[in-house]
């Protein structure tokens, strides 16, 4: 079991670099008997495994999810996944090229709701930011 508790302590450091402190504190207190063990799942798994890997960067992987949450249409996730830039070293421009790509292959309408959903997360970001 101490590979499972590595990955899961690996994940949780991981998750709170990518997504922040607070993104993750809230997590963890929404979590009820019901959401822990998929709780448990993402953090060893997403976490602890992939996104641990030092394969590519966080840049790159950041690129590559938001265009797959985008191609697949998971909107909430890909607004996460935009503000867990500013961790990730993935820029505006990154972005806009990831988006670019899921407009030729996932389709424009993905891409363009995409776009939306990542100009707001942007406007929210620089809201924190002045505020």
Known sequence: MADAQD????????????LGERYVDA?????????ADFQKLITESAWGTVWARDTISRRE???LTI?????????????MHVRATRNTG????????????????AGVPAA????KVARAA??????????
């Open 7 to 18: 990955r899961y302590a690996r994940g949780m450091a991981t998750r709170r670099a990518v």
């Open 27 to 35: 997590a963890v207190a929404n979590t009820d008997p019901f959401t």
């Open 61 to 63: 992987r950041s690129m």
């Open 67 to 79: 265009a797959l949450l985008a191609a697949l249409g998971h909107h909430d996730e890909v607004a």
């Open 90 to 105: 993935a820029s505006m421009d990154d972005i806009k090229e990831a988006l670019l790509h899921v407009a030729i292959y």
């Open 112 to 115: 363009n709701h995409a776009f």
């Open 122 to 131: 942007y406007a929210e970001m620089q809201d924190d930011k002045a505020g």
